[in-house]
């Protein structure tokens, strides 16, 4: 029989079966089109082995005067400035103190665990405090103290926890000086989305955030109520009286003094557990009375009260009342909250649980409960940036990369400049600062419909006046901004529910609004992208582009996007763009998944839609660099199309078709007996690419892998020996420094009877 050319249409069609979407691409994973044909994608390095805290979710690069090459970074926990492949740390700071006289309490011997004292700190567990000026104290050495700490645990109100990696020599001991400076930096913000609080919002099995831990010193099992740790210096134990007596229905607990005390956690009185959430000026707050099953009830003044520490060892939660050195030996109680007693074995995982909550309480966490998410823009040489629904902030680029950003109205000269907003910008050759979602002028509350602006060429005033081209404008229609976009002539703005255009028209008015659409969304603040004159954007349902109108974009792997996609963690979704291939991508996170692990891809030069896997969370374009750069919660930067490895590993990548069949009907079975690849393959030794074919006879049966075929430069032909009524074809490679382009594909087929 003659060979028979297997032509199939560019880009993946999932809208139909895989046997429906005839003559199509059915699957990929890190793969483009080029002029029809499939190749693989371009590799990605790491931008410098340095490293940087949170997960990175907004790029933004711009020049300087100099010639410097500056790029803006908002994670999760900070914000830097890279240059140079050096990371800079600007994060705002919310708070400078100079704390009182010895402020430094070490724990125990051989710990490098100390107490602060700072009232009123306002710090949470987790954020990043710096301290200046201290002098070494019991061991601990001023470079154990002066520099960058975590908070780990929250005293209460006016005393924390770091571990500052030192060892303390005694313990117990108060240091540090009289010249202590402390600097707070704005708290981190969250790594996921929180879907709520209440009753019933903690998981089944409960949650647990742990910030000291240790392990076992020696095996346990079910039943001893003696638990020996390697360290128990950072587990608490504490105990007081109360001042006052207490009836069944009190909501709070005074107590004599409750220094001691964690800032959150269960105290037990006379035979009652009663679980608080706040402690502040010696008055347990947030109460929940009879807890762990015991009986709310009446205890009369100077009853002692007994902290309650709770530890987790694998799933089984332990409680205590006290210890003796480094072994938990009072009040332990196995299989708390539930949980099954069990066997463990010596050097086991013991994590604090006193902030454990378990299903059906109420679960600690913030109302806001948003991903941390970040806008940026440059203004000249200098950086605007903001977190979403935060403070707006400005850094000064004279001032050094060793600098921090400081509040847009505590700027030199601010006058009305906005205090929490949604989204920065800058508008284009007219050179305004813009702020959507923003409180109005002289208000503090935020309106996420009011769009500011500030003076022409003067980023800090934004007060209107006679004399300057400041001023603001609520938008009418929809309930909130959710994105905006800059385009060469406007910029577009997003509601809930409409789509609005802003304008430079200059003074009296200095911006004209223009309402181009209604009944338009859009899924996430950062999941539009403009390229030249085009805008793309995605909803909660299709793709779309804007070009002067609005326009629906026919997409061939629509349903398998939006079949597959946790809408739940749609603030982190992105779009993003790559214009040396002319292709937009959106990154996104599949059901099952928390964080970004797909992206389905446009190419707008051809028309085209592919599909894969692959983990960013934050992208910009070539511009300045002469290639795309794209952040991961590793966390890390890469350079994009660089190469063709995955950061010097083997980058698998692959395109399958649909189902093929040799008559339209699909009566007759097939023989294939040859193949006759014609693909280029760009390769620094001899490496190969696999030809795949799998088979099946009916579209509901399983496939099954034929033959494989390892193809490289010079193959002419390959031989096989398959007979089915079906069957599809992959191209693979999953080596180092392979690259590859597809052309067209023949087989020696032949019919081969109806059984």
């Known amino acids: 029989m003659p060979l028979a050319k297997i032509i199939f249409n560019p880009g993946i069609n999932r809208e139909a079966t895989s046997y429906g979407a005839a003559n199509a691409w059915f699957n990929s994973d890190l793969v483009r089109f080029r002029k029809g044909h499939p190749e693989k994608m371009g590799g990605w390095v790491r931008l410098t082995s340095n490293s940087f805290l949170g997960t990175p979710r907004s790029l933004h690069t711009w020049a300087t005067l100099d010639g410097s090459k500056l790029m803006g970074i908002g994670t999760t926990s900070k914000f830097y400035i890279e240059e140079g492949q050096g990371y800079n740390d600007i994060t705002p700071l919310r708070r400078s103190a100079t704390l009182g006289a010895n402020p430094f309490t070490t724990g125990s011997a051989g710990s490098g665990i100390i107490t602060v004292t700072d009232a009123g700190h306002g710090a949470t567990e987790g954020d990043y405090v710096t301290f200046s000026g201290a002098t070494a104290t019991d061991g601990l050495t001023t470079s154990d103290l002066n520099k960058e700490q975590t908070i780990t645990v929250v005293v209460g109100a006016n005393s924390y926890k770091v571990d500052t990696g030192g060892s303390a020599t005694s313990g117990s001991t108060a240091g540090g000086g009289s010249a202590v400076l402390a600097q707070y930096q704005i708290s981190p913000g969250l ?3 929180v879907d709520g609080t209440g009753w019933g919002a903690g998981p089944y099995g409960g949650v647990v955030t742990t910030y000291s831990q240790t392990t076992l010193d020696g095996g346990i099992n079910d039943s001893v109520t003696s638990i020996a740790l390697t360290s128990a210096s950072d587990f608490e134990t504490a105990a007081s009286t109360n001042s006052g007596a207490i009836v069944i229905n009190d909501a709070s607990i005074t107590l004599a003094d409750s220094s001691g005390f964690p800032s959150k956690g269960t105290v037990l009185i006379d035979s009652e557990k009663i679980r608080y959430g706040t402690n502040s000026s010696n008055v347990l707050g947030e109460l929940t009375r009879g ?18 520490g709770l530890i987790l060892v694998g799933s089984e939660l ?12 009072a009040g332990v109680t196995r299989a708390a909250r539930g949980t099954t007693a069990a066997s463990h074995s010596d050097d086991a995982t013991v994590k604090e649980a006193n902030d454990f909550i378990g299903w059906g309480q109420s679960a600690d966490v913030t109302t806001t409960s948003e991903v941390r998410i970040w806008g940026q823009d440059n203004w000249g040489e200098d950086l605007v940036f903001n977190i979403f629904d935060g403070t707006p902030y400005y850094w000064d680029k004279t001032l ?24 920065v910008l800058v508008s284009g050759a007219d050179r305004h600062l813009i702020c959507l979602g923003c409180n109005p002028i002289n208000e503090t509350d935020q309106d996420l419909l009011m769009v500011r602006w500030s003076d022409q060429e003067d980023p800090v005033d934004w007060t209107p006046s006679a004399t300057n081209t400041a001023g603001s404008q609520r938008l009418s229609s929809g309930s909130e901004i959710i ?5 060469r002539q406007e910029i577009l703005i997003w509601t809930d529910a409409t789509l609005y255009s802003m304008r430079f028209v200059g003074p009296p008015f200095t911006f004209g609004f223009s309402l181009i659409g209604s009944n338009v969304s859009v899924l ?9 004159d085009q805008v793309f954007w995605m909803d909660n349902e299709n793709f779309y582009v804007y070009t002067g109108r609005i326009q629906p974009l026919p997409c061939t792997v629509l349903r398998y996007v939006f079949d597959d996609i946790n809408l739940g963690q749609a603030k982190k979704f992105f779009g993003a763009s790559n214009k040396m291939f002319n292709e937009v991508m959106w990154f996104y996170v599949s059901s099952d998944a928390t964080e970004i692990d797909r992206y389905v891809k446009y190419n707008f030069g051809e028309n085209v839609w592919d599909i894969g896997s692959l983990s960013r969370t934050a992208w910009v374009d070539y511009g300045i660099h002469t290639k795309p750069r794209a952040g991961t919660a590793t966390p890390r930067i890469f350079i994009h199309e660089d190469g063709d490895n995955d950061d010097g590993s083997a980058m698998t990548s692959f395109i399958e078709s649909s189902d093929f069949d040799l008559d339209p009907a699909g009566e007759q079975f097939m023989s294939i007996s040859r193949l006759i690849p014609d693909i280029k393959i760009t390769t620094t030794d001899s490496r190969t690419v696999d030809y795949i074919l799998k088979t099946r006879n009916f579209p509901g049966d399983s ?35 392979v690259a590859w382009t597809m052309g067209d594909l023949r087989l020696d087929i032949r019919p081969d009877g109806r059984r």
């Open 318 to 329: 332990i409680q205590y009342t006290g210890k003796s050195s480094n072994t938990l030996d």
């Open 703 to 737: 496939l099954t892998t034929n033959s494989t075929s390892e193809v490289g430069a010079t193959t002419q032909q390959s031989y096989l020996r398959s007979r089915a009524r079906q069957a599809v074809l992959r191209i693979e490679s999953s080596s180092t420094n």
């Open 191 to 193: 790594e996921d989305v």
């Open 524 to 532: 996430g603040p950062n999941t539009t992208v403009t390229v030249g």
């Open 291 to 308: 807890d762990d099953g015991t009986t709310a009830a009446a205890h009369s003044d100077g009853t002692t009260v007994t902290f309650v």
């Open 400 to 423: 050094g990369l060793e600098s921090r950003a400081t509040t847009l109205a505590s700027q030199s000269g601010a006058s009305g400049a906005p205090t929490v907003t949604r989204k």
């Open 483 to 487: 994105s905006a976009q800059k385009t």
